[in-house]
């Protein structure tokens, strides 16, 4: 992984989360994903959450005042290099990070939108999602839906009672509404692969084919968005931040874990210190190409 030099001190990435006490996903995980790759996180929570390795049983969402409060003490003491927004609780709590993050327009912001747990418990009803299409997709650099979360998010922005839209269709609409950039994760569809593809204005920038893991996994979106962050703020270009987070995030469940009686947990740390971010092929990957 990339490595602050003496004297200079590793990049700074904000991330907006709600809490996961079993550090499956949210907020822990993002702390852990970013560690990982040698930079310092800053955390503003935008929930807590009563849960475990089997699924959600409450959220309780953080007001929204505390929650712009937290983010703004902390630009005005530190520079950060990126943003990462995970889940935002609430239609207030998303309307205040746009607020905050709009003032920063030059740092890349990586939303990861997450609208229902593993287990399918949803975190985001009609008013969120109409709030996270207007107020936040105009303000990011790269959204990282899965496949159900790219429909669901296109859904309001298609045709009317057209319910099932290809994926290509679901990113150019969501670009369109202002997001530069989406990468659809292929993980919900069929098949002995995963194919997961970057979008831009034009179309498929590239396509990334990997082994498809057994097992069900607790927070693979959130190690993704935190990974691509980070690779960003260490100033890697997005096609090149979009594998290596690929890359890292596929070790990361293939050396997971399960700590309960629920999903399997990504191993963050299952990298060697020594080793260094990967942004070419690797041998997990049969289709690895640039459109």
Known sequence: MPRALPNHP???VMTFAASDPTCGAGLQADL????????HPLTVVTALTLQDTAGVEDVLPIEAGWVADQARALLEDMPVAAFKIG????????????????????IPLVFDPVLASGRGDAFADEEAVAAMLELLLPLTHLLTPNSLEARRLAQDLGPAGQVRLPLAECAR???AAGCAHVLVTGTHEQGARVVNTLYGSHGPLRHDDWERLPGSYHGSGCTLASAIAANLAWGQPLSEAVRAGQHYTWHSLAHGFRPGMGQYVPQRLWRAPSEHNLTSSSPEVVDAHIV
């Open 10 to 12: 590793p990049p700074i």
């Open 32 to 39: 852990l994903t970013l560690a990982a790759h040698g930079c």
């Open 173 to 175: 609409l969501l670009v």
């Open 87 to 106: 889940m935002l609780g609430s239609v207030e709590v998303i309307a205040a990070v746009a607020e905050v993050v709009s003032d920063y327009p030059a």
